[in-house]
């Protein structure tokens, strides 16, 4: 008669030689793809919140170089005696953009829609930049996943500020 082949320990071992390396790829691949995850969201948070400080500050450059600054367009961002415009806000906030910024995407609108804070009418004899009037500042600037697959797609972050011209 013949003898039954029972599995024993060691032929079992002998059978699952390998799948220890295969579970740890499984799931260093999982793992990996998470913390990839984690960073790509840590950059979208990073980014929201320089177009939100971005048009804070375009807003602050544009309330203190109103009309009666000095009347003269800005020849550049570092130019103190002269009035803003939609120009010169844009250029001091893509030289003061931060690390990861790609300056030349962002996208700023300025506009004077001649009220004041309270919402009525302001003197606008010297202009909308006049002192009293407000001015606001929209900052956008698209952020575009670096995962494949479903994420794969550009977000655009978009922020205003508006604050009443104190020169």
Not at 26 to 45: D, F, K, T
Not at 69 to 95: E, F, N, P, R, V
Request: proline share 4%; charged share 10%.
């Amino acid at each position: 008669m013949r003898r039954a082949k029972f599995f024993s320990a060691q032929r079992l071992a002998r059978h699952e030689s390998g799948s220890t390396l295969l579970e740890m790829a499984l799931c260093l691949s999982l793992v990996s793809l998470v913390m990839l995850g984690i960073v790509e969201c840590s950059l979208a948070v990073y980014t929201e919140h320089y177009v939100e400080s971005a048009a804070l500050s375009g807003a602050r450059y544009a309330t203190v170089r109103g009309s009666t600054y000095s009347g003269t367009a800005c020849a550049s961002a570092s130019s103190y005696q002269c009035m803003a415009d939609t120009k010169s806000i844009l250029t001091y906030i893509q030289s003061n953009s931060a690390p990861g910024i790609v300056a030349s995407q962002l996208s700023v609108t300025a506009s004077w829609p001649g009220t004041t804070g309270g919402g009525g009418v302001c003197d606008v004899t010297q202009g909308n930049g006049s002192p009293g009037c407000v001015v606001t500042v929209t900052v956008s600037y698209p952020f575009t996943f670096m995962l494949p697959a479903p994420l794969h797609k550009s977000i655009t972050f978009r922020s205003s500020r508006s604050s009443v011209i104190s020169q």
